[in-house]
């Protein structure tokens, strides 16, 4: 059975940083694709990164470009993402997701079979 277990979430001040972790067990974590989501009060899950199962390829929301990096170490079964110049929009419960099958649409939740329960980051201003 998968597993995604997300950590790391917190109550930063605006310019602060995070690194959030997502451990996986349960399937091959080499040959997934991965990725981050998250979710406000109020509104929809938006997407913020993703990576391919190699690590080669990355793709970000406009919104974090440029301070969010997401990596993973295959050898640890864990993806990261590090949070920097953290804003009070950033406030959200992050999801990390897994898709077995590489898909063309990294950005779509529907993309994703396998999701953690999230943990929650606050952003004071």
């Known amino acids: 059975q998968v597993q995604l277990v997300e950590s790391g979430g917190g109550l930063v001040q605006a310019g602060g940083s995070l690194r959030l972790s997502c451990a996986a067990s349960?399937?091959?974590?080499?040959?997934?694709?991965k990725a981050w989501f998250r979710q406000a009060p109020g509104k929809e899950r938006e997407f913020v990164a993703a990576?391919?199962?190699?690590?080669?390829?990355?793709y970000y929301a406009d919104a974090v470009k440029g301070r969010f990096t997401i990596s993973r170490d295959n050898a640890r079964n864990t993806v990261y993402l590090q949070m920097n110049s953290l804003k009070p929009e950033d406030t959200a419960v992050y999801y990390c997701?897994?898709?077995?099958?590489?898909?063309?649409?990294?950005?779509?939740?529907?993309?994703?079979?396998?999701w953690g329960r999230g943990t929650q980051v606050t952003v004071s201003s």
């Open positions: 997701a897994a898709d077995p099958y590489g898909s063309s649409s990294p950005g779509q939740s529907s993309t994703y079979d396998y």
């Open positions: 349960g399937h091959t974590f080499t040959r997934y694709a």
């Open positions: 990576i391919s199962w190699s690590g080669g390829t990355t």
